[in-house]
């Protein structure tokens, strides 16, 4: 692990750090932010830049039998569907991890749009996304079958049944929470993640293990790192 500054460019400082994750939560402590310099500049911000590595192989991701239902299993005929718990690219790359920012920052107002998950051939799209407190999460059912989205949670708990393709649940999340599992009662194999965060510093690792996190308050910051690998998607 390793991290530090960039030369202060005209955007502001970008901070570039490689963290090795051997399939266990990390928490990494960026220092570096807190240099007089940018401290001096006051209001200043810069941007987080880093990579979630897997260290080894990845191990194999179950594959998911969909004959539980006719319907999914036709939308997947001919496809190998597998439970991507761990996406890991050539290089080490590790994709849907949560990377953010611990501790206090100023109140700013969630986004009006709503953070997005599909049910797309009988899987939710994305496997793990972000959302702001008090922000709405919006869930659609894509299939020509019945879907049901259920989250286990104490704080942002909801359960309902989509039975019909098109339909749209709306749901306003209500306190911070890291992670909030949802699943569909009708599939067991389907399983989406949520963090819930009061500020607008987190990201999701993409395919190649990349993460950015814009805007950052000049300082020093914590930044914690989730991935569901630990508990196998089983939470
Ligand atoms: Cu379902």
Redesign the pocket.
């Known amino acids: 692990m390793r991290s530090g500054p960039n030369p202060p460019s005209k955007a502001g400082p970008t901070y570039r750090i490689a963290v090795a994750l051997p399939l266990c939560l990390g928490v990494l402590t960026l220092t570096g932010a807190s240099s007089a310099p940018i401290a001096a500049q006051g209001g200043a911000t810069g941007t987080i830049t880093g990579r979630v590595r897997l260290q080894g192989p990845a191990p194999p991701n179950a594959v998911i039998r969909m004959g539980a239902?006719p319907r999914?299993s036709r939308a997947t005929r001919g496809q190998r569907i597998t439970q991507d718990v761990v996406l890991r690219s050539a290089d080490g790359g590790l994709a849907n991890a949560f990377v953010h920012l611990e501790g206090k920052f100023p109140a700013t107002p969630a986004p009006a749009e709503p953070v997005t998950i599909d049910?797309h051939n009988?899987l939710f799209v994305p496997r793990v996304a972000g959302a702001r407190v008090g922000q709405t999460l919006q869930i659609t059912?894509s299939?020509p079958?019945?879907?049901?989205v259920h989250s286990v949670s104490q704080t942002n708990g909801f359960n309902t049944s989509?039975p019909k393709q098109g339909m749209v649940y709306k749901v306003q999340l209500k306190t911070s929470e890291v992670m909030i599992r949802i699943r569909?009662?009708?599939?067991s194999w389907?399983t989406t993640y949520v963090g819930v965060i009061p500020h607008p510093y987190f990201a999701v690792s993409g395919a190649d293990g990349t993460f950015t996190i814009a805007r950052v308050p000049a300082g020093r910051h914590t930044i914690a790192i989730w991935h569901e690998a630990p508990s196998g998607g089983r939470g």
């Not at 079958?145 to 049901?148: K, P, S």
């Not at 569909?184 to 599939?187: A, L, M, P």
């Open positions: 239902d999914c049910q009988c059912n299939d079958t019945a879907h049901n989509q569909c009662d009708i599939h389907m």
